[in-house]
């Protein structure tokens, strides 16, 4: 997905309506589009935090996973909070450049992306569970939430669970507008500095990657039973 997007954005930045914009420090247009795919990533806190283990992982070569069905928290709401968060996580990207086609596009590319996943995966739940699965889907949208329908979560928070699972995320969001202010300043604007923020920003995200990274194939510190 990230090698799909970075063209259009890429070309976003050459675009006219983006090299007209006057971005003065505090970039607070850029820290907006940071914050909202932090929205992103808080949603997928907020799943992956309260899910049993087999559940709500990368699937494999060998197929589909999912040896309980979740249907409390953040999927008593959606059927698919995880595919939401990364879309929010990329929208925060996509408005950073301030022209609109590029967020069509990215929305675009996301639905043809994400849509036949969902389907596949919908389909292995359906045969696996049945009619659990039907009265479950029937009542809960596929993508856009439906609060009023929130129960609350089966398991407990846990922090632990967040940390070893939801890093590589909160880094990468990082890295993504990192990159984009760099090439904005050098690339674009011919301008060799960054901000020291966005540089700090960048040195404390790659600090809490390596630490997390070396805790969980090191150590068992992030290991929860039953997550």
Same mark, same amino acid.
């Given at each position: 997905?990230?090698?799909?997007?970075?063209?259009?954005?890429?070309?976003a930045?050459?675009?006219?309506?983006y090299?007209?914009?006057?971005?003065?420090?505090?970039?607070?247009?850029?820290?907006?589009?940071?914050?909202?795919s932090?929205?992103?990533?808080?949603?997928?806190?907020?799943?992956?935090?309260?899910?049993?283990?087999g559940?709500?992982?990368?699937?494999t070569?060998?197929?589909?996973?999912a040896?309980?069905?979740?249907?409390?928290?953040m999927?008593?709401?959606?059927?698919?909070? #995880?595919?939401?968060?990364n879309f %929010? @996580?990329?929208l925060?990207v996509?408005?950073?450049?301030? !022209? /609109?086609?590029?967020?069509?596009i990215?929305?675009l590319?996301f639905?043809?992306?994400?849509?036949?996943?969902?389907?596949?995966?919908?389909?292995?739940?359906?045969?696996?569970?049945?009619?659990?699965?039907?009265?479950?889907?029937?009542k809960?949208?596929?993508?856009?939430p439906?609060?009023?329908g929130?129960?609350?979560?089966?398991?407990?928070f846990?922090?632990r669970?967040v940390?070893?699972?939801?890093y590589?995320g909160?880094?990468?969001?990082?890295?993504?507008f990192?990159? #984009?202010k760099?090439?904005?300043? %050098? @690339?674009?604007?011919?301008?060799l500095?960054?901000?020291? !923020? /966005?540089?700090?920003?960048?040195?404390?995200g790659?600090?809490?990657f390596?630490t997390?990274r070396?805790?969980?194939?090191?150590?068992?510190?992030?290991?929860?039973?039953?997550?």
């Amino acid at each position: 997905m990230p090698l799909f997007l970075a063209v259009p954005i890429l070309l976003a930045m050459q675009h006219p309506d983006y090299l007209s914009q006057e971005r003065p420090w505090p970039d607070y247009w850029g820290l907006f589009c940071m914050a909202v795919s932090l929205v992103g990533l808080g949603i997928r806190v907020l799943t992956v935090g309260c899910v049993p283990q087999g559940t709500s992982g990368r699937n494999t070569k060998a197929g589909q996973i999912a040896e309980v069905l979740n249907t409390t928290g953040m999927y008593s709401i959606v059927r698919h909070p #995880l595919y939401l968060a990364n879309f %929010v @996580v990329w929208l925060g990207v996509a408005m950073y450049c301030g !022209v /609109w086609w590029l967020v069509a596009i990215v929305a675009l590319l996301f639905w043809i992306y994400y849509e036949r996943i969902m389907f596949a995966e919908e389909e292995f739940l359906r045969r696996k569970f049945g009619d659990v699965y039907v009265q479950w889907a029937e009542k809960t949208p596929a993508f856009f939430p439906k609060l009023k329908g929130w129960r609350r979560p089966e398991l407990p928070f846990s922090l632990r669970t967040v940390l070893r699972r939801e890093y590589p995320g909160l880094f990468g969001i990082i890295a993504a507008f990192y990159v #984009l202010k760099v090439y904005e300043r %050098v @690339v674009v604007h011919r301008d060799l500095t960054v901000e020291p !923020v /966005w540089s700090g920003a960048f040195a404390a995200g790659l600090a809490i990657f390596l630490t997390l990274r070396t805790l969980k194939r090191k150590t068992r510190l992030l290991a929860v039973e039953g997550r």
